[in-house]
Structure formats: C-alpha cells, structure tokens
C-alpha cells in the first residue's frame, strides 16, 4: 500500500524533483546503496537505480510496458512505437528498422552529416567565441533528422517551433506545465507537422527513411507520421543534448582532450564515455502490469516505475571509478543511455554518427579550444544537459 511504500523507503521519502534534476548522481548513489528500487512520492513511483536491475526492467516488456494511457506522448501525436508493446510495437517499429541500420546511416547520412558539421564550424569560426549547443549541437541535431525523414527543404527554425509547442503540449498533460492553452497549441503544430510529414510520406521510396518506411507496408500514413514524430523529436533532444555533453566532459578534462587531439580515433570513445557518465535521456518511464517483485520491492500492478539510465552508468559493480571521465575506460558501451530491450533506440546508429561528426569537426577545426569560463553543469529531470556551451578558439 502507499502508506507502507513511504514507510519503507526513507531515502526515496527524502528525494526531491528538483534536487534529481540539479544534482542527481549523489542522491542516485545513495539510492542504488542501499534502495536500488525504491519508492518515491515525489515522483509517484519507483525508481530503479542499479544497473542490472535496469536492464531487467527494460528487456522485459511483458512485466513493464510503456502502453499505458498515463504515457503522455501519445496523447499528443497518437501510438507509435514508442508507447507500443508487443505485435503492436514491432509493426509500428519494423518499416523504419531498414532506413535506421548501421550501413543505411552510413550510405545515406554520413557525408551530409560531416558536411552540416563542417559548414556549422565553419560559420563560426572567425567570431573566436560562441555557444557550441545553439550554434552547433541543436543545428546539427535538427538538420540530419530532418534530411533523414524528407524534410530538409523546411525551415529548421519552423521545425524548432513545432517541437517546442509538441513538447510544451506534452509537459502540460503530465502535469509539469503551467499553461493549459499549451495542449491546444501543440495540437495545431502537430497539425503542421503532420501535413508535412505526409507529403515526404507519399514520395518515392528512395527520398527518405520517412518514404522508404512508407514502401516497407504495413503501417496507415497517420501511423508513420506519429512514428516520424517521435523520431524527429526524440532525435533533436537526445542528439543535442550527446553532443554538448561530450564537448563539455572533453573540454572540462585538459588530460582528457589532448589524448583525444592526439588521437582522433578516440573521438567515438569519447561519445561513448560522455553517454555512460551523463546520459542525454536520464529517465525512462515503465508501468507494472502485473504484481511482481524486483530488487526487494513488492511491485504492485498499475505502479509508475521509472528506471534512472544515469545512475546505471554509474554503478560501480559495473563501472570502476564510475564518476571519472576515462575515455580509454574498457567497458564504456555497457552504458544504458539507448536503453535495452525492444525500445532500444532505433536512431543510435545515426545520433552516435552525428555526435562523432561534431566533436571531431569541433576539435580539428576550432584551434585552442577552450572553455570561456567554469564548465556549465548539465541540468534535467529526464533530459540532461548544459543549457548553454560558451568556448572561446584562437580565431586566424
């Protein structure tokens, strides 16, 4: 019962909202001591910490679901794959699993991505100075999900509109916002967006991966624009928020950035490294379908139980030293930061693709670069990362 959960677990009892999104990783520590599940009113659920417990929740679908009417995505932009379980998911899921492979990123993303990352770099360069998030981790974030889907001939400004209003929308029915217009506002951006979507929809196979899942069958086109949604969205948050992020730990660590300036090759370590000690989504949501027991908890069905993807990379049964940032740590890609399971991440071939693109475009081209003051603290309930970048370069 409730009242015995908050009796039970005096940490979780103590653990604020904000204090999980100002500075989580001392609480989750404490936390993954001694309750690796534990009940948390502030959050209205359970909050899995320990990494094998982690992976146990999120390979099992059938025990936890995210098809679940409280998961408010969906009430935005309708089912997809991402709050899909079972037959149901997979359908949704398979016609984009092609277009999202490791080779299919490869032949038709990577030269545009270095290109963007390149041009972006490029334009900032003289200045000596700028924002590494606005100017280069967002942008670039936006214009390779929208290339990827067919929409490259948009505004990327048009498309940061949309999902700021989708996002507030989304915000506002879990209760986290403060305007109850915002559901009707977002309700109209999907509106432009999904009439956008359905044009690239109904072109040629080979235009996009938007297209090409459109050929694949099997889903109706107001399917594959709720799959194209969350793609997109998903796509600029967690992407950015990988790029600022490993700019930032790399920038931070002087030790750290000359190996990599030494040696370019361990730029993708470095990406890995970046997700495990600080994941772009730190939260992921699952709910109880059946009574159950994990970690020492008496699960109850119907329960909330969220899974805390930054405290597993951090758990030291798992990672030694797990709050350094070692780029030449051996077993880094255990990280859970695109999850396990049959909601691991659809788009990790291409977000690590794009996070490699940036870092090391970053470094080889923007001489001296460095911090222009003390490194910015991520920030962040569910996602995480520094609200701002500021670095100063040695401008030709």
Not at 71 to 83: C, N, Q
Not at 96 to 118: K, M, Q
Not at 166 to 183: D, F, R
Not at 289 to 315: F, M
């Amino acid at each position: 019962m409730p009242g015995q959960r908050g009796t039970g677990w005096p940490l979780g009892a103590s653990i604020t909202l904000a204090g999980l999104a100002r500075d989580p990783h001392p609480l989750l520590a404490r936390l993954r001591a001694a309750e690796p599940v534990s009940w948390l009113p502030a959050l209205g659920g359970w909050l899995v910490t320990r990494h094998d417990l982690a992976v146990e929740v999120l390979r099992d679908d059938a025990a936890f679901t995210v098809d679940d009417p409280r998961f408010t995505t969906a009430r935005v932009v309708g089912p997809s794959m991402l709050s899909l379980d079972g037959a149901e998911h997979d359908r949704h899921r398979a016609p984009f699993a092609p277009g999202f492979s490791r080779a299919a990123v490869a032949a038709r993303l990577a030269a545009f991505t270095e290109a963007e990352a390149r041009r972006l770099i490029l334009d900032l360069r003289p200045a000596g100075r700028g924002d590494l998030r606005a100017a280069l981790a967002g942008p670039l974030a936006v214009a390779v999900i929208a290339e990827a889907l067919g929409l490259g001939a948009v505004d990327p400004a048009v498309i940061l509109s949309w999902y700021g209003e989708i996002v507030a929308g989304v915000s506002a029915l879990a209760g986290t916002g403060s305007q109850p217009e915002a559901a009707g506002r977002a309700a109209a951006a999907f509106g432009l967006l999904d009439a956008t979507l359905r044009d690239a929809f109904a072109r040629p196979a080979g235009t996009s991966l938007l297209a090409g899942a459109a050929a694949g069958g099997g889903l109706a086109a107001a399917e594959a624009v709720s799959n194209a949604a969350v793609l997109m969205f998903g796509g600029i948050e967690t992407t950015e928020g990988m790029i600022a992020n490993t700019l930032l730990h790399l920038l931070a660590g002087p030790e750290q950035l000359r190996l990599v300036t030494a040696d370019p090759g361990l730029v993708p370590a470095a990406v890995e490294e970046s997700l495990r000690l600080e994941p772009a989504a730190a939260l992921v949501d699952r709910y109880a379908t059946r009574d159950s027991r994990l970690g020492g908890a008496d699960i109850q069905a119907g329960d909330l139980v969220s899974v805390s993807l930054a405290a597993a990379g951090r758990d030291p049964a798992v990672f030694a030293d797990p709050d350094v940032f070692d780029i030449r740590r051996p077993n880094a890609r255990r990280h859970l930061a695109f999850a396990r399971g049959p909601h691991f991440c659809l788009g990790a071939h291409l977000a690590r693709l794009e996070a490699e693109a940036a870092v090391g475009a970053a470094l080889r081209l923007l001489p001296g670069l460095r911090l222009a003051g003390p490194p910015p603290v991520p920030a962040g309930l569910v996602f995480r990362k520094p609200q701002t970048l500021p670095v100063r370069w040695d401008a030709a």
